[in-house]
Nanobody, 123 residues
Framework: VQLVESGGGLVQTGGSLELSCVAFGNSISHYDMAWFRQTPGTGREFVAAHFWSGSSYYTNYLQSGEGRFTISRDNAKNTVYLQMDNMKPEDTAVYYC???????????????WGRGTQVTVSS
């Protein structure tokens, strides 16, 4: 599975941004999909995941993103989204899309990764 992110950019504090991740090579319908982010000198941090349970989907979020971030997917477009609202300067990072077959909200649970898209929130 190849993943290509888009939608990053510069946004002011309190603003919104929607990231997209298009998958190529395989249908994402039965994959677990997630977003991680990384700032210089740190490891990748889990942001949100859209899991496939085998019969339905469920989500999980970084605590600081609860109520502000929404992950969703459109299987017909083979795309996963991350809607980010009420953004804060600490949301500034490179955001990565990931795909895997896991129940873990951890980097090592995901096998496929995109190259990332930069998000910058100005104060």
């Amino acid at each position: 599975v190849q993943l290509v992110e888009s939608g990053g950019g510069l946004v002011q504090t309190g603003g919104s941004l929607e990231l997209s991740c298009v998958a190529f090579g395989n249908s994402i319908s039965h994959y677990d999909m997630a977003w991680f982010r990384q700032t210089p000198g740190t490891g990748r941090e889990f942001v949100a995941a859209h899991f496939w349970s085998g019969s339905s989907y469920y989500t999980n979020y970084l605590q600081s993103g609860e109520g502000r971030f929404t992950i969703s997917r459109d299987n017909a477009k083979n795309t996963v989204y991350l809607q980010m609202d009420n953004m804060k300067p600490e949301d500034t990072a490179v955001y990565y899309c990931a795909a895997g077959r896991t129940t873990l909200s951890r980097e090592d649970g995901f096998e496929f990764w995109g190259r990332g898209t930069q998000v910058t929130v100005s104060s």
